[in-house]
Structure formats: C-alpha cells, structure tokens
C-alpha cells in the first residue's frame, strides 16, 4: 500500500485528498437541498391552502350577505312591478290623442295599433317548475311572447330586474334576486323621436329561506 501511495506524485495526493475531503460536502449540500426543496413545497402548498381558505371564507361571507340582502322578497314581485310595467307609452298617448281628435277620421292601421299595445304588448311571465335546495328555490321565468319596447322602457325593466337604479328608474320594494338567462333584442322601427325593438327575455327567480 505505501509502495502504491509512494509512486503517485504529491500534487495528485492533495487533489485526491481535497476531493475526498468535498465528498461530505457535497452530500450534505445535497441533503440540505432536497429537504429545502421539500420545505419550499410544504410552504407553496400552505400557501396555496390558506389563499383557497381565504376565498371560500370570502365566498361564504358573499353568500351569506346576499342571502341576507333578499330575506325580505315580495313573491309577487314580477306581478307587481315587471308585468305591471306599460310598454311604449309614448306612442300610445300619442295615438290616444289622435284618436280623440274632433275632426279624427276613423283609421284602421292608428286602430289597430292601438288596440294592439294596449292588449297584447304586455309582460307576461309563465313560471316553470320550481326548484327547490336547501337554502333556496328557483323558478324559471319566460316571458309568454315577445314585446315591443323603446330605450325607456329597457331601463326601467332592467332597473327592476337588476335590483338597482338606471337612470330616472329605480329598483321595486324588496325585489327577489333575478338572474337573465335569455335575452334577445332586435331593433324594429326607428323615428324621429324614438327606436322600437322587440324583446324576448328569460329569469331565474331564486328566493331564500328565511333565517331561523
């Protein structure tokens, strides 16, 4: 063994020793980084937990205000303030007044339309069946047939569905919470003094249980 050691230069000695000597070093380098790799993904993975805690606490937190903000639901509140709503009511006082002009000669296209927006373009919802969870129910709700209505008249209705104020329009008293799934709109005539489109709408009422 001496004999072998003796022929090896010197120099090639100490590089052999000094690698020798980095070898525990080096896998303790390399213990230490794999435990603080696995450190680095025990804290990403805490992290990651604690920001999903936070937004389910957030979305618990929405929730619960959301359901506290419709406890108080009128359940005819689309019979009061949606289909009670009249549609285009610019041009019907305006055919009216026409109508009961003393020199009005008797016209059948001012008749009849007349006669159709006061009877027929209105806002009338049929009810689906009801859904019902355990906090809430839904309701779905189709408008019946299409309606004519103007900007005016968009506002107003979408202040009532949206439970807040467009405009000159506000939301009805203790509105349920109504979510649009359909909505069609299509323009059909434009005036001088107004835009007529035809509407075709679809709700979701969802009301809450009362708190015990």
Known sequence: ????????????????????????????????????????????????????????????AV?????S?????DRFYIDKNIESITLLKPEIEALEKISRQNNFI???EVTNRLKSLKERNALVFAEGVVQTYPQFSETAETLVHPVEVD??????????????????????????QL??????LEKKTTTENNEVFSLNIKLLKREYVPES
Not at 158 to 174: C, F, M, Q, S, T
């Open 63 to 67: 929730n619960k205000a959301v359901m």
């Open 179 to 184: 979510i649009i799934t359909d909505f069609k």
């Open 69 to 73: 903000h419709y406890q108080d639901a």
């Open 106 to 108: 008797e016209n059948e």
């Open 1 to 60: 063994m001496n004999k072998f050691l003796s022929s090896i230069p010197r120099s090639r000695l100490i590089t052999y020793a000094l690698i020798l000597g980095l070898v525990p070093v080096v896998l303790a380098f390399m213990h230490i980084y794999s435990k603080s790799s696995e450190a680095g993904a025990l804290q990403e993975r805490v992290e990651s937990l604690t920001e999903m805690a936070l937004l389910k606490e957030k979305k618990q």
């Open 151 to 176: 900007l005016n008249d968009l506002q107003n209705l979408l202040a009532r569905i949206e439970d807040v104020e467009i405009g000159p329009y506000k939301p009805g008293r203790n509105a349920p």
